[in-house]
């Protein structure tokens, strides 16, 4: 079955179970704070696993484009990516773990085609938390998994939280049988010799951790699952990796053409990275040297420096992109559209990149040649860490030139300076996303005022169906987008317009007030997905207007923002509208 195939099957298998399709969101999540890149199918819906209604209802699937980078270092080995689809179904508040792994036992066995004795399962073992999930087990029990295919662990295995704090619980999780020989005797599914894989994990969410790690219940016990295309399409083809599936196959084949030298590990890289920098790129990524445009940098110049390894010569990497996304086309139609931009991207940076191993070349020549006069044979962690800052050096191509010079590297202490660095890009882009402004000064200050009395406007013109599902500040214009099913007429842009210009005219005062998430929803505060939801929140309260939970900050007084004026109305996505809007002094 092709992957293709196998999404569809999903998406259909749960529509007919009751479930909206609802689209992928972009890798670039909008409106989280707290990650670069989406990493699962849940992560966009955190607002609604917290008690948020959903536009589309209780019952969600989808299919949602991921990139995980913390194993990016294993890619080239038979299984990680960085980026890859997963396949989800969600119930908020809606069935729970009976009806959850009903559906997952027949969607497997009977749409998948996969026999019962190949599947094992795992449920969470109980600790001082939670008890033990006897009524997983009991599910699985009562839909045909024998005993001895049902494990208990404990919440290293069977506990899923996304990072640090939130919506989090018991997951059981469902592992495929390879039919490779057992490592030992004590073999099981928790175990990495390769003999199970996990395909899919289903969570039950019923808890909240916060930053101190407490647990609390949620207000609605959720269902969030997630399973793995590439895993999935890969084993339904009995393929030992996803680089052997149509996903990757063309383009792994192509580069064995173009090498000169033999290598399947920076075959693998290549294809993958290429891939991953596609989606990124598509989705609105570019590269640079912080945060998420410093991870596409490492994946585009990763990419190249394995072409280089190969002997593939560089001029081939626009026909590779061209190979790639018609391979792509069928499972994202989108990125057709955006091929000449992707292109484009891709090659400046190998451009620029090129560029830049000759100046650190440069460099590095220099300073083995200052060392040699000195007789030393230890190149100091500051200027391996110079190559790397000022000259883009990637430190393991520093760590080959070294050892080909007979020379070693201060590791450690590059390493300091490394972390440093990172932590110092982590504060910078914390920082970044703190209530949603890029810069905080008096122009975009006035501009987030702007957006909170464009939002209450939108809601008593339109309706309480208008929830904001994006937002985006720069010094010269605000970028809002809502749920709301069609275009705005002209009548209604503009008495939108003149109720914002009303409030600024009355001079209200703006005030913020902090309280607990609870009683910021009881006081009929609508919420802004840009805030983490922490136990204790902000809540600002513009007069008698708009009361709104934000992490600020705010003008004091809405009497000097100037003349509010919408530029455009147009479609984000299917069933958001974006509108684009300016303050003129
Ligand atoms: N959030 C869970 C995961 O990522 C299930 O989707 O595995």
Not at 72 to 81: M, P, T, Y
Not at 133 to 159: C, L, Q, T
Not at 531 to 540: F, Q, S
């Amino acid at each position: 079955m092709k992957a293709i195939e196998i999404r569809n099957k999903y998406l259909n298998f749960f529509k007919k179970h009751g479930h909206a399709v609802i689209p992928s969101a972009s890798l670039i999540p909008e409106n989280d704070p707290s990650v670069l890149f989406t990493t699962a199918g849940m992560q966009p819906l955190v607002p609604y696993l917290l008690g948020e209604k959903h536009p589309e209802g209780t019952r969600l699937t989808d299919y949602q484009k991921c990139l995980r980078t913390n194993d990016i270092d294993e890619v080239g080995d038979n299984r990680h990516l960085t980026y890859f689809e997963m396949l989800g179904n969600w119930s908020l508040g809606d069935y729970f773990k009976d009806e959850s792994i009903k559906m997952s036992f027949e969607f497997l066995t009977k749409e998948l085609n996969i026999p019962v004795e190949k599947l094992s399962v795992t449920c969470f073992a109980g600790d001082e938390d939670c008890p033990k999930d006897e009524v997983s087990a009991n599910a699985w029990r009562k839909a045909g998994i024998p005993e001895d295919h049902i494990y208990f662990y404990g919440k290293d295995d069977n506990w899923w939280i996304a990072g640090e704090e939130g919506p989090c619980g018991p997951d059981t999780e469902m592992f495929y049988d390879t039919g490779k020989p057992a490592c030992g005797p004590d073999c099981q599914p928790s175990c990495d010799c390769g003999k199970y894989v996990e395909i899919w994990n289903n969570v039950f969410m019923e808890y909240f951790k916060d930053s101190n790690g407490n647990y609390s219940k949620l207000k609605q016990r959720n269902v969030d699952t997630g399973l793995g295309l590439e895993r999935m399409t890969m084993l339904l083809q009995g393929k030992e990796t996803p680089f052997d599936t149509e996903i990757f196959e063309p383009v792994m084949k192509q580069i064995e053409n173009l090498q000169k030298v033999d290598n399947i590990q920076s075959r693998r890289i290549i294809a993958e990275h290429l891939r991953a920098s596609i989606m990124v790129t598509s989705d609105g990524g570019r590269p640079s040297n912080i945060d998420r445009g410093y991870i596409l940098r490492r994946l585009i110049r990763r990419m190249i420096r394995h072409m280089n390894k190969l002997g593939i010569d560089l001029s081939e990497l626009a026909n590779l992109i061209d190979l790639n996304i018609d391979t792509l086309n069928e499972l994202y139609p989108e990125l057709e559209k955006n091929r000449e931009t992707i292109k484009s991207v891709i090659i400046e940076e190998k451009d620029k990149f090129v560029k830049t191993i000759a100046h650190g070349e440069r460099e590095f020549n220099k300073e083995i040649q200052k060392l040699k006069e000195q007789g030393k044979n230890e190149i100091s962690g500051e200027v391996a860490f110079k190559l790397y800052d000022t000259y883009g050096f990637p430190p393991e191509v520093t760590q080959e030139l070294a050892e080909e010079n007979g020379m070693t590297i201060d590791l450690k202490k590059f390493d300091e300076l490394f972390k440093a660095h990172q932590e110092k890009s982590k504060m910078g882009s914390d920082q970044k996303f703190k209530g949603g402004l890029a810069e905080q000064n008096e122009k975009t200050i006035a501009y987030h005022t702007a957006t909170h009395l464009l939002h209450q406007a939108l809601r008593t013109v339109l309706g309480d169906h208008v929830k904001q599902s994006g937002s985006n500040i720069t010094e010269e214009r605000l970028r809002f987008d809502f749920t709301h099913p069609q275009k705005m007429t002209k009548e209604e842009i503009q008495k939108v317009e003149d109720l914002v210009n009303e409030q600024i005219k009355r001079d209200l005062p703006v005030t913020c007030e902090e309280m607990s998430y609870e009683d910021a929803k009881n006081s009929g505060a609508i919420g802004l997905f840009t805030d983490k939801y922490g136990d204790r929140v902000k809540v600002y309260t513009i007069g008698d207007f708009s009361k709104e939970i934000c992490g600020g900050p705010h003008v004091t007084h809405t009497g000097d923002m100037g003349t509010f004026k919408i530029k455009k109305e147009e479609s984000s996505s299917s069933g958001v509208r974006r509108i684009k809007a300016v303050l003129i002094k």
